[in-house]
């Protein structure tokens, strides 16, 4: 039999009651030439192990739990528990690396500074979309008020072609 097994760990970050923590898929093949394969997707809500206290847990959602850890003192609970021992010195080790928290933190910058170029971008963009209206605007009420274009063109700093345009949008 060949069997694929993926997981999904889902973080909602929302409190939801229809999510389960747990939900196992199993999907056979399609293709009836092909015997004995069979799919599993398990997904995993991290929200609901979050909240869990880790000795009311069973072994495997122990594991799950380990994955919501946020804090040395959470960290602490799973070294009393063999199988989990190992992953939880793994990640205190990670923690305490200095280049690892480096590159974590270099990820995080590069992510925020992407994030704030792309904000100010944006800012900028709208800045000029909203002038650009106004601008639009005056020289409307310029031409319904049958102002020469000379000297709206001087007024507004547009030029001629773009007079054009806004007089060919009012017709």
């Known amino acids: ?13 929302t409190k ?7 939900e ?26 979050d909240d869990l206290r880790y000795d009311k847990l069973e072994k495997f959602d122990k ?20 199988e989990l021992n190992s992953y939880s010195k793994k990640i205190e080790n990670l923690s305490n690396s200095d280049s690892y928290m480096e590159e974590i933190m270099s990820e995080e910058m590069e992510k925020n500074l992407a994030n704030e170029e792309a904000y100010y971008t944006g800012l900028q963009e709208g800045e000029d979309k ?8 005056i020289v409307k009420n310029l031409l319904f008020n049958s102002i020469p274009d000379d ?21």
């Not at 939801?16 to 747990?22: G, N």
Request: one cysteine or more.
């Open 130 to 137: 909203g002038k650009l209206e106004t601008q639009t605007l």
């Open 151 to 171: 000297i709206i063109i001087k007024s507004t700093n547009i030029s001629k072609e773009e007079l054009e345009n806004i007089k060919k949008e009012i017709k």
């Open 1 to 13: 039999m060949f069997k694929v097994i993926l997981v999904n760990l889902n973080w909602y970050k």
């Open 63 to 82: 594991l799950y739990k380990l994955l919501t850890v946020s804090d040395k003192e959470e960290l602490e609970c799973f070294k009393d528990i063999k």
């Open 16 to 22: 939801r009651d229809d999510i389960p923590a747990k």
């Open 24 to 49: 196992i898929e199993t999907i056979k093949c399609p293709n009836t030439n092909i015997k004995d394969y069979m799919l599993k997707i398990m997904h995993i809500n991290l929200d609901y192990y």
